[in-house]
């Protein structure tokens, strides 16, 4: 069964669905494999059994590494991959890629976004307060660089921040935060 699991995931660039509880199943094949060689008392049948183990692993290690080169190669070239062919412990990890994949588009994008990356920026210790601006959080934001090079983040909502100008504007443009305004009067 492995080796036929194992072949088709090497002719094809999707992946294969897998039986219903696939590495569960093969987890107790191992254990199960373990058990008998601990039982049996014939050195013969041990190192049969302790062979056919180290051959389970070696596909059991392929099929998943392959599997995962699939599922990374699609994220990154067509921006998605169709779970229903993962076994559930696959698509967490997809979604986990996915939502990091989506996370550093985020902050490329923010960067690039910002109106005066063409302006130089003054990355100087102690460079003038002026150009920061204390806000508040209305939505999650992800980490980003700030125009002065610091990494900022990640912010969740109702978290307060003094970030630079231009970074804090572009966050208030796009309804990410609000500014705070302290009347000292």
């Known amino acids: ?19 219903h509880n696939f590495y569960d199943n093969v987890r107790k094949s191992l254990v199960t ?17 302790t062979e056919e183990m180290r051959v389970i692993r070696s596909l059991i290690e392929y099929i998943v590494r392959l599997r995962l080169c699939k ?39 923010a960067l690039a976004q910002s109106s005066d990356l063409q302006r130089p920026v003054d990355v100087r210790e102690g460079a003038r307060k002026e150009n920061y601006v204390l806000l508040r959080f209305i939505k999650p934001c992800p980490e980003f660089v700030g125009i002065d090079g610091m990494i900022y983040g990640p912010f969740e909502a109702e978290e307060v921040a003094n970030l630079p100008k231009d970074n804090a504007e572009a966050l208030i443009s796009r309804g990410i935060a609000v500014r705070i305004t302290i009347d000292l009067k």
């Open 71 to 109: 599922v990374l190669f699609l994220t990154l070239v067509r921006g998605t991959v169709s779970e229903s062919n993962l076994t559930p412990e696959e698509a967490e990890i997809y979604r986990s890629m996915r939502g990091r994949l989506d996370s550093l588009l985020t902050k490329v994008l």
């Open 1 to 19: 069964m492995l080796e036929a699991i194992w072949r088709r995931e090497l002719e094809s660039e999707l992946p294969q669905p897998l039986p």
């Open 33 to 49: 494999l373990m058990e008998s060689s601990q039982k049996t008392t014939d050195e013969i049948v041990k190192a049969v059994i």
